[in-house]
């Protein structure tokens, strides 16, 4: 699991200050989520709800936009 030394060398690494890196000191997300145990992405869509809508890895955000509009417009 990562923790916040993991997050701040990421934070690092990216060099982005517009991206907040989180860690989850107490691990009490992952275990309320869908994850089944396959590579960590490294960034998801929620709803307002935190309905995950998508979830990718990488440092960019194509397709996270694309859920977004596809669940808005699925919500018209």
Not at 8 to 33: C, F, G, K, R
Not at 49 to 76: D, K, P, Q, S, Y
Request: proline letters at 8%.
């Amino acid at each position: 699991m990562p923790d916040a030394e993991d997050a701040m060398v990421y934070w690092e690494v990216i060099n982005d200050d517009a991206m907040p890196v989180l860690a989850d000191h107490n691990q009490l997300v992952i275990p309320s989520t869908p994850y089944d145990g396959s590579a960590l992405p490294g960034k998801c869509v929620l709803t307002p709800e935190l309905e995950i809508l998508h979830c990718w890895m990488g440092h960019g955000n194509e397709t996270g936009f694309e859920a977004i509009v596809e669940h808005w417009n699925a919500a018209r």
